[in-house]
């Protein structure tokens, strides 16, 4: 079976962390490109034109959290991407696709123009609700059963998330700081390394085997947006051919 695969990745997913995870992450480092760029990028158009409904999301308390995400995005772009060329009307990507920027849709937009998913959560009563999403490369979850939802819900099927690592989960949200964001990695092996994969047809494995040769990892950053104050949660996904 053939897929879209990275030959390596970025961070030691062995030594591993205790839930959450969470580490600081220099602003300049947020966004990434890597070998698996264009073939990613062709796959969340793919998605993005065929699919368009299972892959993007926006209810109307996030709208103008996903306008601000825009802005910010290009922000950055110019400021740290220097692959990337940021026009008034259009982004030139790193391998040579132009992006025309629509304003009216900007988590579709958003979806063409960079690597990661992109998940907004904002504060609604004593939790952080997702309010938007760009999410082509879900893995083992469907946006549709999770957008406008908090993240208590959001994490039910995880064993590991039980009330205490939701309350540490929920501080982390509420405490992260304009300029100053949080990132952290998790780790699963496939038996199939198809990145959208809304529900595994055999449930991903953390050990491994002969049965699960993929690695799948997903380096996870949460960033605060200035004026709108929601959280950005970005996911860059690394699918890893263990046997290679």
Known sequence: MTGILQKSLP???VTGRPLPGIAPLTLADWLMVDEAFGAQMAERARLLRDQREDVLAVTPEGAAAAQELLEVVLGWLAAHAPLYK???DHVTRPDGARITLDHSDPMGTLGHLVQEDLCLLQRE????VLSAAVLCFPASWRLADKIGRPLTSIHVPVPEYDAGLARRVQRLFDGVQVDRPLWRFNALRYGDPTLHQPRSRVQPSIKGGADYPYLRSERQCVVRLPKTRACVFSIHTFV?????
């Open 11 to 13: 961070y030691d997913v």
């Open 86 to 88: 940021v026009y008034a």
């Open 125 to 128: 009563g004593d939790e952080h």
């Open 240 to 244: 890893i051919d263990e046997r290679l």
